[in-house]
Structure formats: structure tokens, C-alpha cells
């Protein structure tokens, strides 16, 4: 190795070199640096965003019923800016260094390097700028609409794919090693999910609907939301522990078996477990049971990766007392085994049926994203600090102090909300002994677990003065590097084409006594047959690529192709165009954040909610929005429940009818005035996705939404509201609410067929209505109950 002062050239691209001539290179750290910038600039973002939308929870009144500030809008924010920006930028500083290293080349090109980081970090800046706005699609992980999506199709496959998949083409070390298979795996399977999840059909600039409605949309949202931890949270940071944890420790990696092992075990099964997100909804029981199953598999090529980790420290242990950047990484992979124990067992049923919509969920989410993704990012950062600047870290003590505040912090954050999410489920499903809901008011519920909040608050106060900790200790680094970087030039010989494995080893078992498959299984389990496809990074990619497709082709097929898993109801038509419009705005305002439309079958949901959910109820639901929390409760049958006025009088001070209520003021959507005529182009899109639909619906959109505004303008001043408000916002929303889970009751319209026909419908039609009043009554004695 030499070293020169030339900035940023690679010295030996000039494209007339032959195989076996030695070649001069250098490495592309500038783009590592940009990356690493931007993520400690965005660390401090999401952390902080996160802390805002915390302290809302338990004093929702500071929005001051501002909407870009409400805790629906800004949540979303910040779990976009913790994965994508906060993480995103640091998988993007791991992949960009480490990669150059593995592969013995610069990046393949700079200017798609430049474009990838300014192309990313414009997403971001969008998603910053929409989601306030309340555009959204409502899907968790995957909120931005379709132009920003469309956007990231291309910055991710097209320029960082690309230009990632030439650099393993253009290397100059023969066999890639593992960091580089969990690179491939998290850059193929992030665009299939993406691209997949995000099929819309535009209905106007910053708005499109989903292809899938209800129960299709769900699944294709779990199969992308689990999957996006999967890939984007877990597999890249396998492969950045791959690379930095030997590095920091000096050691080689524990096993590489057990690296084959648990890399294609991992990335066939995972893709599989999306569906244990919706247990005992309206999702066919064949798929959440086999998302069940695949989970519990994951138990063991998740512990083998973590095991993998922590056993490279082995002969370094002693290392670990006094490196924090070695503290940083154990730290991580212990919550990553932590997280991916408690991931498949909270798959199991019974237990799923007790933490589900509750803050358990959130306690788990984050364990893994402070503790994995966060350590692991920080002891990255700090290591790579001295090298990227070329000079000391400025506070070694701040890096240790940082480490500290950030381990309380998590510890503070996550027991309480384990804690609240205990009490939760159990306060949900408590009964007496008279069978009635020990705690039918919903309020109160919320209200025994806001001083855990509290105390969520704390921590996470914590957590972010170690990610400023970081942020002064990279500024003031950066602050004393040289003047000019000097950057080594390195040689080495450019590969050749021709390539001859060598044989594989003979097997031990080979003067034994026994069948000859038992010699070859002996030859394949030593795993050198792996070293060939190792060389060969196109077909290890479609290779990777077909291990996803053809596990995720075994739930797509049924649950697409079977009518029978999406029983249609004859009652279920689609909304009217102002409860369209009002569903439009629930969605806007990130309503799912904290409410669900999902009754499981369980008799203390009945009891609080009415009838559980039938999947035929969804099938005009684009985007479904069963949710995956209750801050709030369910909504599925709220329809009839209120008056109108109490829902007028709800959004202007929730505080006014439901005391103890944390739901800030809604009072923008009582003074704002409803676009009529937007709303065409929403009702003439599901129109074409296939809702039914009058002509008059599809061509006086406006007016037909005006006279039902009218009316239920008209009920708010019957009861006792304001009048003249039948042009505002709220107007639209209340009607879609007093829509929802109405449908299953109605009585079926008879069929127009001969008159003896007709007659015999006339007495089942009868039966019908009798059996939809005693069902409507029950549902009514049983929200009566719980209010």
C-alpha cells in the first residue's frame, strides 16, 4: 500500500488492463462520509420526533389542535425517519465502506454514489414535508404515496442496486465474503417488497388507491411491513456486524457453517412470517397459521447469526471492558437475540391474542430498534470516526458516557411500556363473575397506564442526549481533521475470467462402512460446495432473489386466487361519496395510529365492541385500516353508536365528551371547508378498481355529496349543534363514521325473479331482518355496555 494526496481518483480505471495485471485503486470515502453525516443528522431527528410524539401521548393538549403537529401525523414521521433516514443513511455508510474493502475496487461509479445519497436524503426531505401534510397512505412503513414511491424504486434497485451489483462485478477479490450475501439479500428483497406493497392507482397528484382491498391489502402490507424489518432492519446489520465486529474485535468470524446456515435459512423463512401480524382478524386461519410456524422456525437462523456474533469476541472478552465501540456491538447483538426470541414467540397464538394492539408491541419494536439497530449503528460510527477523519475521536469519555445513557435510557423506555402493555391486555379482556367487562370504559384503561408513559418519556429523554453525545463527539472529530485527507492507493492483480474450483474434499467418511449417500451428505455438510457460488455474485443474486419469490409465491397464490378465503356479503356496498371523502380524511389524519377497525372473535372484544369482523366486510376498503394498536378504541361497528352532534362535540374537545380522553383536538376539521368537487376523482378511481357505482354517483359527485352533508347537517342541529356547518370538513368524516361496520345488518335488497320465488324470499328476507334486529340489538346492548 502507498499513500498519495490525489483526492478522489481511481488510479486504475482505465479499462486496458488485462486479468493477472496489477492494478492501482483507491477507496470512495468521501461518500462514506456523507453518509455517516447524514446519520447522525437524521439519529437526532428521529430520536427527537420520537420524543415529541411521547410526550404528546400524556399531554396531548400542546398541539393546540394544530394538524401538522398532531400526534396521528407526526408518529408516522418518526418511524419513517428512524428507519429509513436514521437507519437507512447508516446501512448506506456501512454498505458504501465496507464494501470497497471486501471487493478489493472502488464503487463502480461515483456519480450513481453522489446521486444515491442526494436521491435519499430528497425522499427523506419529502417524507418530512408530506406526512405533516397528511399525505399518506396509511400503511404503516410505507405511508408515502406513489410519486415518492416511485422514487425510491429507482434510487434504491436502479442507482444503489445497480451500482452495488457492478462493484461485486468489478472486484478484485475472487469469493465475496458474507457481509456481502446479507448486502444482496437486503437490496433484492427491499425492491420486491416495495414495489409490490406499493401498486396504486393514481387518483390525483399526491393520492392513489391500493390495487388490494381489505384482507389482500392487509396481507400484502404484513407481508411487506414484518419483511421490511426483516430486510431492511436485520439483514443489512448482519452483514454490518459481519464486517465491524472482527474488525473491532480482531478476530475472525466464529463460524462460517453456521454464516451458509443461518444467511439461507433466514432469508427463505423470513419472508414467510409477515401473517402473525394479523392473528384472529378477518386474514384466512390457513395464513396466519403458517405465518405462526414460519416465525417459530426463525428461532434458529436468528440465534445462529447472533451466536455467530457473539462467539467471534471469543479470546476478546477482555477487550470488551475497556473498548466502548466493542460494548456498543455486544450490547446490540444481545438485544438482537432478545428481540428476535420474544419476535416468535409473540407469533404463538394465545399470546398474541394478549399483547396485540397493545403497547407490548411497542416495547418489543423498540428494544430492537434502540438497542440492535441503534448500537449497532453507534459502535460502527465511532469506530469508523478516527478513520474516515483521519484523526482522534475527540472524547473517548463521551463515547463511554454515551454508551451508559444510552443502555439506561433503553432499559428506562422499554420496561415501562412492557408494563403498560401487560395491563392492557389484561384490563381489555378482564372479566367478572356475572360475565360482564370489569373495565367496560376504554378511558380508563388508557388512563391506569399514563404514568408508565411518563416514565417512557424519561427514558427516551435519555436515549437522545446520548445520540447529541455522538452528535458533538462526530462534529468536533470532524472539526479537528487535516486539512486534506490522504488517501492510500492500493494494488492488487484484476481477476480473471477463467476460473478453476478446486475439487471438493474427499469425505472423512470415505474408508468407512457406509452407503455411498451417507459419504456425499458428508461431502455437502462441510458447505464447500458454497465457496463456488461465492465467485459468482449474478447467480448468488438470483439465487437469493428466488429463495424470497418462491416463499412468498406459496401464500400469495391462495390468498389471491381462492374466492373462498374472501366470502362476499350481499349487504357490503361501497362507501357514498361523501363517506368516501370522509374516509379520505381518517386516513389523512393517521386515525389508524391509534384506532383499529378489527374485531376479533373473542368474547371480551364482543362484549366491548359488538360482532366480530367478517372478511367480506372489507372488500371496498383501499387502503385497509384494521391497525395495529389501540390508543383509542375500535372502531369497527361505531357506526350508529354516537350521534353525529356527540362526534361533532368529540372532535372540537374530546376531553367535553369522554373525560380522561389523551385524543387532541380535532377543531381544524370543524372550521375547515370540504373540496366537493375533489371528490369526483376519488369515487371515479375505486369506480375503475371496481366498486359499483350510479351514473349519478360518478357524474354529480358533488351534488350527491352535498345533499347527504345536508342531511347529516341537518341531524347535528337536531341534537342540539351549530348550524349551517353541512360544507365543513367534519361533516364528510362524520358521515363515513357513522358508515363503519353498519353493512353486515342491513337488510339484503330481494331479488326481482317470479312471484312464487319472490314470495318465498319475502318470508326469508323476514327471517333475515328479524335475525339482523336481534343482532343489531345485541350489538347495541353491547356498546351500550362498554360506553
Request: with cysteine.
Amino acid at each position: 500500500m502507498a499513500t498519495t494526496d490525489v483526492t478522489s481518483q481511481d488510479a486504475a480505471r482505465s479499462g486496458d488492463s488485462q486479468p493477472g495485471d496489477l492494478e492501482h485503486f483507491s477507496y470512495d470515502d468521501t461518500i462514506v462520509r456523507m453518509f455517516a453525516t447524514a446519520t447522525v443528522v437524521w439519529g437526532l431527528v428521529a430520536t427527537l420526533v420520537g420524543l415529541i410524539v411521547a410526550t404528546f401521548l400524556v399531554l396531548p393538549w400542546l398541539t393546540n389542535g394544530l394538524p401538522w403537529i398532531s400526534f396521528g401525523r407526526l408518529r408516522p414521521l418518526h418511524t419513517n425517519a428512524a428507519i429509513f433516514a436514521f437507519a437507512g443513511n447508516g446501512i448506506f455508510a456501512a454498505v458504501y465502506y465496507s464494501t470497497q474493502r471486501l471487493c478489493k475496487a472502488r464503487m463502480w461509479s461515483d456519480v450513481l454514489s453522489r446521486l444515491h445519497f442526494w436521491g435519499w436524503q430528497a425522499i427523506i426531505v419529502a417524507a418530512a414535508i408530506t406526512l405533516p401534510m397528511g399525505i399518506t397512505q396509511s400503511r404503516e412503513y410505507a405511508e408515502l404515496e406513489w410519486p415518492i414511491d416511485i422514487a425510491i424504486a429507482i434510487v434504491w434497485l436502479l442507482i444503489f442496486g445497480g451500482n452495488f451489483l457492478m462493484t461485486l462485478i468489478n472486484r478484485r477479490e475472487r469469493h465475496m465474503y458474507v457481509a456481502l450475501w446479507f448486502y444482496i439479500a437486503t437490496i433484492v428483497t427491499v425492491a420486491l417488497l416495495h414495489v409490490f406493497n406499493n401498486l396504486v392507482i393514481p387518483s390525483g397528484l399526491f393520492h392513489g388507491y391500493s390495487v388490494y382491498a381489505g384482507v389482500q391489502d392487509a396481507f400484502m402490507q404484513w407481508w411487506y411491513g414484518h419483511n421490511a424489518v426483516a430486510f431492511f432492519l436485520t439483514t443489512p446489520f448482519l452483514g454490518l456486524m459481519y464486517y465491524f465486529l472482527p474488525k473491532a474485535a480482531e478476530r475472525p468470524v466464529f463460524s462460517y457453517k453456521l454464516s451458509i446456515i443461518h444467511f439461507w435459512s433466514l432469508v427463505f423463512i423470513y419472508i414467510w412470517a409477515g401473517p402473525h401480524h394479523l392473528h384472529y382478524t378477518a386474514l384466512p386461519e390457513w395464513a396466519s397459521t403458517l405465518g405462526m410456524l414460519f416465525s417459530l422456525m426463525l428461532w434458529m437462523p436468528s440465534w445462529g447469526g447472533m451466536i455467530n456474533g457473539l462467539l467471534t469476541l471469543r479470546g476478546a472478552w477482555h477487550k470488551v471492558a475497556a473498548d466502548p465501540v466493542l460494548k456498543f456491538f455486544v450490547v446490540g447483538i444481545t438485544f438482537y437475540g432478545m428481540a428476535t426470541f420474544e419476535g416468535p414467540m409473540l407469533s404463538i397464538k394465545a399470546i398474541n391474542a394478549l399483547s396485540h394492539y397493545t403497547d407490548w408491541t411497542i416495547a418489543h419494536v423498540h428494544a430492537g430498534a434502540l438497542g440492535w439497530n441503534g448500537f449497532m449503528i453507534f459502535g460502527m460510527m465511532y469506530w469508523l470516526m478516527p478513520r474516515l477523519y483521519q484523526t482522534k475521536i475527540w472524547s473517548p469519555k463521551l463515547v463511554s458516557l454515551h454508551f451508559w445513557t444510552g443502555t439506561v435510557g433503553i432499559l428506562l423506555y422499554i420496561v415501562p411500556i412492557y408494563a403498560a402493555g401487560l395491563m392492557q391486555g389484561l384490563m381489555w379482556r378482564a372479566m367478572d363473575d356475572t360475565g360482564h367487562l370489569v373495565y367496560p370504559d376504554f378511558v380508563e384503561t388508557i388512563q391506569s397506564i399514563v404514568p408508565l408513559w411518563w416514565l417512557r418519556v424519561a427514558g427516551g429523554t435519555i436515549y437522545f442526549s446520548g445520540v447529541v453525545m455522538l452528535a458533538i463527539n462526530a462534529l468536533m472529530t470532524w472539526a479537528n481533521r487535516p486539512k486534506t485527507y490522504e488517501v492510500p492507493v492500493y494494488s492488487a492483480p484484476r481477476l480473471s475470467k477463467e476460473y478453476h474450483d478446486e475439487p471438493l474434499p474427499p469425505s472423512v467418511l470415505q474408508d468407512a462402512p457406509v452407503l455411498e449417500l451417507g459419504k456425499k451428505l458428508d461431502v455437502f455438510s462441510q458447505m464447500d460446495w458454497h465457496r463456488r457460488w461465492e465467485r459468482l455474485p449474478v447467480k448468488f443474486t438470483v439465487l437469493t432473489t428466488l429463495a424470497v419469490v418462491i416463499a412468498t409465491l406459496f401464500e400469495v397464490i391462495p390468498t389471491f386466487l381462492i374466492r373462498s378465503n374472501v366470502p362476499t356479503i350481499a349487504t357490503v356496498t361501497p362507501y357514498t361519496p361523501l363517506e368516501l371523502a370522509g374516509r379520505h380524511i381518517y386516513v389523512s389524519e393517521g386515525c389508524y395510529n391509534c384506532h383499529s377497525q378489527m374485531i376479533r372473535p373473542m368474547v371480551a372484544e364482543t362484549k366491548r365492541y359488538g360482532e366480530y369482523s367478517k372478511p367480506g366486510e372489507f372488500i371496498y376498503d383501499r387502503p385497509f385500516q384494521w391497525g395495529s394498536r389501540r390508543i383509542g378504541p375500535d372502531l369497527q361497528r361505531e357506526g350508529g353508536k354516537q350521534s353525529s352532534f356527540w362526534h361533532w362535540t368529540h372532535f372540537e374537545d374530546p376531553e367535553l365528551v369522554s373525560p380522561g380522553s389523551v385524543m387532541p383536538s380535532y377543531r381544524h376539521l370543524i372550521e375547515e371547508d370540504l373540496k366537493f368537487e375533489a371528490i369526483q376523482p376519488l369515487v371515479e378511481t375505486v369506480h375503475y378498481l371496481g366498486a359499483p357505482y350510479s351514473e349519478e354517483d360518478l357524474t354529480d359527485t358533488a351534488n350527491v355529496a352535498r345533499r347527504q352533508a345536508e342531511v347529516v347537517a341537518a341531524d347535528i342541529v337536531r341534537q342540539g349543534g351549530p348550524a349551517g356547518k353541512q360544507n365543513k370538513q367534519v361533516i364528510a368524516l362524520i358521515a363515513y363514521l357513522q358508515r363503519m361496520g353498519t353493512d353486515l345488518f342491513k337488510t339484503p335488497e330481494p331479488e326481482a325473479e317470479s312471484e312464487e320465488a319472490a314470495e318465498g324470499e319475502t318470508d326469508a328476507d323476514a327471517e333475515v331482518a328479524v335475525e339482523a334486529e336481534i343482532e343489531t340489538a345485541e350489538a347495541t346492548d353491547a356498546s351500550e355496555t362498554a360506553e
